[in-house]
């Protein structure tokens, strides 16, 4: 399951998209359904193939290259093919606009990104980054909260770029800064702990802010879930719910939603939702209906949930014969959910079919690719693209999806070399043991992913 500690792996800690070895590969099918795009078929093969090269060396510098290493010429797909002895994996800086990796003290299993005051749909370099996480320290007493800012995310210097008037906030000479404020939990198990974070947040932009004891205390503690541990949390996103609104699943298969009264004291449902038969894995506000909710389990099903009417399911669908580990709701059209399971299989539904099943009609996906061969980890739709979805996987990569392509003429069959790669798989990125990713919504097409080796930001040409 997606959210369970991180265990010991063989990662490697860089990365390559290039090698000339050809390597056997298997067959791995993919079903799509019919995505309009509204840009028709506005794309190129470089947003799907990432192509070899000597990461940027000047090709009449080649021999002098190949003297120093033996660099290989292929396409390298990191699910597909294993590093030899002596091989190490470096990226193709020309495959990205954007790309940092940063560590932190103890791994962050689990993130998420705070919105900022800098602004919407940002372009301009450098990038900066606010968000929180928890840490998976070696000790329950080392744990804690990181409230974090990410800056001087520089754009990618190109070795073939020739404009020579790049602007200052371009400059990629730079490292990025990662500053923190750390909150003590010792340990969480089985409570729900709620924090406000506003002075930690306000901190880095002002010097001299005082953090007090009582601010890295909890503002409230739920004990809801007894001594059941639980994985799956969302807060509401609406406005009418400002104050406050959190479902909460648990192994038990229970759901419970709390809530924020005028005074700032909390208060949790003594009722749980109950339907699943396995754990929670997953929970998702509807973006549009401020009083529904998904909810994915470990019994391989998907339910709808209305929180005004009994605690029992609205809707239920089987979408995988193993654990289902996560969802995503799309927000731009509401009615589209992906989920993504154990088996490595990930999917688009259509929620106006679910229906179906309470009828016993059969109910499949819009869209499923079985390209991933490992537990998927993280799955979500670009903010504002309906038909882009990022998709994270135990087999250490982050892959970027376009449902809208279709293969319908010569540049989009040409792979590279690499067979059975589903025309709609528009990039793939390397990360040890990558657990969580999100999109940063304040900056168009910015992913940030966790792992066991820290953290990636990233923004690449696909995008």
């Known amino acids: 399951m997606s959210k369970r500690a991180a265990e010991d792996t063989d990662a490697v800690a860089r990365k390559n998209l290039t090698r000339d070895e050809e390597v056997e590969e298997p067959t791995y099918p993919a079903e799509m359904g019919e995505f309009e795009d509204q840009y028709e078929d506005e794309f190129s093969d470089e947003d ?51 790309l940092h990796r940063m560590n932190s003290e103890w791994p962050c299993l689990s993130f998420d990104i705070l919105n900022d005051d800098l602004g919407d749909a940002r372009q301009s370099y450098p990038h900066t980054v606010y968000m ?18 990410l800056s001087g995310l520089h754009k990618e210097r190109q070795n073939n770029d020739d404009d020579e008037e790049e602007d200052d906030d371009s400059d990629t000479e730079d490292e990025p800064i990662l500053e923190s404020r750390a909150i003590p939990t010792n340990s969480t198990t089985n409570q729900l702990h709620i924090w406000d974070l506003s002075l930690h947040y306000r901190s880095f932009d002002n010097p001299g802010t005082v953090l007090t ?4 205390k909890p503002a409230a503690t739920l004990t809801m879930h007894g001594r059941t541990e639980g994985y799956a949390i969302d807060w509401s996103p609406h406005v009418k719910d400002s104050m406050g609104k959190i479902a909460t699943g648990d192994n038990d298969g229970r759901i419970f939603v709390s809530t924020r009264k005028e005074g700032g004291s909390w208060a949790a449902d003594k009722t749980p939702f109950r339907g699943h038969s396995g754990s929670v894995e997953e929970i998702q506000w509807s973006p549009s209906e401020r009083n529904v909710f998904c909810s994915a389990s470990s019994d391989g099903t998907v339910k709808i949930w209305d929180a005004r009417s009994s605690k029992q399911h609205q809707l239920s669908v089987g979408v995988s014969s193993s654990d289902v580990n996560v969802a995503s709701w799309c927000r731009s059209v509401d009615y589209l959910l992906a989920t993504g399971a154990d088996d490595g299989v990930w999917g688009v539904w259509d929620l106006r079919t679910f229906s179906n099943a309470a009828v016993g009609k059969p109910v499949q996906a819009t869209a499923s690719f ?3 061969q490992q537990p998927i980890t993280s799955v979500e739709f670009h903010p504002t693209e309906d038909s882009v979805v ?15 392509v279709e293969l319908d003429d010569e540049e989009s069959r ?4 690499v067979a059975d790669v589903p025309p709609q798989l528009m990039f793939v990125h390397h990360m040890p043991d990558v657990k969580e990713l999100h999109w940063q919504r304040q900056a168009p097409s910015v992913v940030v992913a966790t792992g066991a080796e820290g953290f990636n930001v990233f923004k690449t040409i696909s995008a």
Request: net charge negative; glycine share 8%.
């Open 48 to 98: 799907e193939v990432l192509e070899a090269g000597a990461d940027g060396e000047d090709p009449g510098e080649e021999d002098v290259a190949e003297d120093a290493m033996d660099m290989d010429k292929g396409v390298f797909m990191p699910s597909r093919h294993k590093l030899q002895k002596d091989e190490i994996l470096e990226p193709d800086s020309s495959a990205y606009h954007m």
């Open 132 to 149: 929180v996480g928890g840490t998976q320290a070696a000790r329950a007493k080392d744990n804690k909260i990181m409230v974090m800012k």
């Open 213 to 216: 004891p009582a601010s890295k």
């Open 370 to 372: 079985n390209f991933h």
């Open 390 to 404: 990022a998709v994270a996987c135990a087999d250490n990569t982050i892959t970027q999806w376009d449902m809208s």
């Open 414 to 417: 040409d792979t590279g070399g």
